[in-house]
């Protein structure tokens, strides 16, 4: 590429993220928050919002990690409970899933569990796991979430297809992803902070380089909003649509399920 940065074999790529994620587990939640100065907070609040949830549906976030998304939607879930009918919240039996295929980011989301009193909470289920081939069975899931996680996986049409396999219908999909910037000037700012800004400060707030070049790396080479959209359909999803959160720099895709 222009910038220097070498091709990555697909055989490659699923074990590189593996070591990416491993050295970055510890201080990951540090790093998101000093990368996107805070911002990723609002951009999972606005996911969970497009996702809607209820009390008793039983939810699958994918790439979970350290459970970010999974402690939003059980809130949110708690909220809406306290609102709408509190009695009837008891009853529900409300199912998180949080999936990952590295076990050193579950057991971090699970200490943050404990820390947030969540330790002994049924609705929260650690599962380790792939992505491109699920565990869960056909049709046995209300919602779908995936953040900053699907540009990870090796083959993003088969994770697709497992998205609308455990999905049962009416199931809503719905994806945060980093995305690409065409506005002009913003897009020519936000290259250079993506090919010198990040790397820089991911060697020297995380000690290590390389893992936020790959990161890069992975943003560019992500199909764009559109593309990505048309493969959410391929997968047999409807009414898929996007939003461009800061010109681009996020999206988040949903699509459902009919
Ligand atoms: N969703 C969390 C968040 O937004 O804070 C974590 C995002 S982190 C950038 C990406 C996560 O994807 C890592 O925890 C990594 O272990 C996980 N991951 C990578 N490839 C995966 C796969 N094929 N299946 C499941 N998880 C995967």
């Known amino acids: 590429t222009s910038f220097g940065f070498k091709e990555v074999r697909e055989e490659e790529k699923s074990q590189m993220v593996g070591n990416v994620f491993s050295s970055v587990a510890s201080n990951y939640d540090v790093m998101n928050d000093v990368m996107s100065a805070g ?27 350290t459970g970010d998304v999974a402690f939003r939607v059980l809130d949110s879930i708690k909220r809406r409970a306290l609102r709408d009918a509190p009695e009837h919240y ?5 199912t998180i899933y ?9 057991d971090v989301g699970k200490k943050r569990a404990s820390e947030r009193g969540l330790g002994g ?6 599962v380790e796991g792939d992505a491109e081939a699920l565990t869960f069975e056909d049709n046995s899931m209300d919602g779908y979430t995936i953040a900053f996680g699907i540009r990870n996986v090796t083959h993003i049409e088969k994770a697709l297809a497992e998205a609308y396999r455990v999905l049962r219908r009416g199931g809503r999909f719905v994806c945060l992803e980093l995305s690409h910037v065409e506005t002009p000037v913003f897009k020519q700012l936000y290259d250079y902070y993506s090919f010198f800004v990040i790397p820089a400060v991911g060697e020297v707030v995380a000690g290590d380089r ?11 080479r992500f199909p764009s909003q559109d ?10 999803f409807q009414k898929v649509e996007y939003e461009n959160l800061i010109g681009g720099v996020v999206a988040i895709h949903s699509g459902m399920k009919i």
């Open 39 to 65: 911002l990723h907070r609002l951009w999972k609040d606005r996911l969970v919002e497009e996702l809607n949830p209820f009390p008793g549906m039983k939810h699958l976030d994918v790439a979970g990690g």
């Open 90 to 94: 008891l009853q529900e039996e409300t």
């Open 98 to 106: 949080v999936c990952d295929i590295n076990p050193k980011m579950l």
């Open 121 to 126: 909470d049924r609705s929260l289920i650690w």
């Open 210 to 220: 390389e893992s936020y070049q790959y990161l890069v790396e992975s943003i560019r």
């Open 227 to 236: 593309i990505f959209a048309s493969m959410i359909a391929e997968a047999g």
